[in-house]
């Protein structure tokens, strides 16, 4: 799983566009956007190498959502807050981890709000 303590400074990443493959092709345990039809061992690495990157940007940015949202539901100002056990719960982690997503969510929120001012 990605830290929610990425440096603030670093650059996103642009994901590689990702083609979504027919679900027959998608069925086949042995396919995988079609980098198994790769001869090119440097067309391969390439493509790879893309695809991955585009992966981490994804799971980055899924990230930063998740964080989001746990700030959101762990506002004290909602009546029906949740407490850092409870979005623990919900999302799968451990109770430390909760605490620190919430705080990066504030921040990115915070972040996002004066982006808007």
Known sequence: MAEPDR???APRLRPAPL???PA???ADPEHFFDLE????PGELLSRATELALAFRAATDRAVEYQAMAAAQLADPRRFDRL???AVAERAGWTEDYAKKMIE???DLLRRGGEERS
């Not at 039809?37 to 090119?40: F, I, V, Y």
Request: hydrophobic share 30%; aromatic share 10%; net charge negative.
């Open 83 to 85: 407490t850092p056990d």
């Open 7 to 9: 440096p603030r400074s």
């Open 24 to 26: 027959a092709a998608a």
């Open 104 to 106: 990066y969510g504030q």
């Open 37 to 40: 039809s790769l001869d090119d």
């Open 19 to 21: 083609l979504f493959e």
